[in-house]
């Protein structure tokens, strides 16, 4: 059983930063796929990123394209998204998620390739 922990959310005000982390509590953890969700209140939990299982393979969806960026530091077993430009729109609870076993990469946006979940954590972009 993999455990994630998610952190490093906040407040921040719009064209602001911030680095979530997603820490996982195996060392198999550099063998699956990582993403990223997240889900505003009313709305439907979203794709942000993904990473692979190399880390040489990145999938952003539109709305972030350009200002967040994945990575993952196997070494420490944890994958981070760091995330540039904030916009109020970016205001959600944030989630990573872990996939074990191979997939195809356009079913990395889909919640229901992964096995794993953080608890998430809250990001507020607002003045």
């Known amino acids: 059983q993999v455990q994630l922990v998610e952190s490093g959310g906040g407040l921040v005000p719009p064209g602001g930063s911030l680095r979530l982390s997603c820490a996982a509590s195996?060392?198999?953890?550099?063998?699956?796929?990582v993403g990223w969700f997240r889900q505003a209140p009313g709305k439907e939990r979203e794709s942000v990123a993904a990473i692979d299982s190399s880390g040489g393979n990145t999938y952003y969806s539109d709305s972030v394209k350009g200002r967040f960026t994945i990575s993952r530091d196997s070494a420490k077993n944890t994958v981070y998204l760091q995330m540039n430009s904030l916009e109020p729109e970016d205001t959600a609870v944030y989630y990573c998620?872990?996939?074990?076993?191979?997939?195809?990469?356009?079913?990395?946006?889909?919640?229901?390739?992964?096995?794993?979940w953080g608890q998430g954590t809250q990001v507020t972009v607002s003045s």
């Open positions: 998620a872990a996939r074990a076993g191979r997939t195809i990469s356009s079913l990395l946006s889909f919640s229901s390739s992964y096995h794993y």
């Open positions: 195996e060392r198999t953890f550099r063998m699956i796929y």
